[in-house]
């Protein structure tokens, strides 16, 4: 009987310090909400937009005292590797985190003196980020809105950003050319774009929602 007491009592204390740090974790979790919140609201009201402006998180913060400035006179060949997920309907209403991203890069080259006419820009796009891709109709269809990428990708495109489909993503996707947007081209692969612009000189940046 004692040893069985003695059980009862530490699968007790088991169960009463795992439910502690569980409502600590969810404490946890609020309060970072709310500094990053916090954080997010002092970017915005201090970002600027030098040249790319569709999305909000595509700002550039400044920053004095700069002793490392990048040659103005190179030509910038940047491959983008663009794999942000449209995860829900939620985030369906945003402007597409890799999309942003891209938006970003582009900002940041010029507020450092890289005129525009210096950067080369590809967005190879593939994995569930092929959905923000997606023409307005197809877009009103699956997610029930307009598409709020369209307005980026104009601004992007006609900034010199060329973007290129994953022809396997579309595949396994079941997205088909018609449904995309027209100014995509589309490769059998994003395998052979990585590759193929990475040996012509082009410098790897892969854009995921966990970076």
Known sequence: MKFL???ALCIFCYHSSWAQPSANNKQDSIA???KDSMKMAAFFA???YPLI???KMSGVLPVE??????????????LLEDVFPVRDSVSAKEVNGGLAEVGRIMNLHIASGIPKNKLDIVVVV????????????NYHKKYGIDNPNIAMMDELVKNGVRFIACGQAMNFLEVKKE????????SLTAQTVLSGYQL??????TISDDK
């Open 53 to 55: 402006k569709g999305s």
């Open 179 to 186: 449904e995309i947007d027209p100014r995509v081209h589309i």
């Open 65 to 78: 005292g700069i002793t490392e400035i990048p040659d103005p006179k190179m030509k910038y060949k940047l």
């Open 200 to 205: 012509k000189g082009y410098i790897l940046n």
């Open 126 to 137: 593939h994995g569930p980020a092929i959905f923000s891709l997606y023409n307005n109709q």
């Open 5 to 7: 007491a003695f059980i």
């Open 32 to 34: 970072r909400a709310k």
């Open 46 to 48: 201090r970002a600027y």
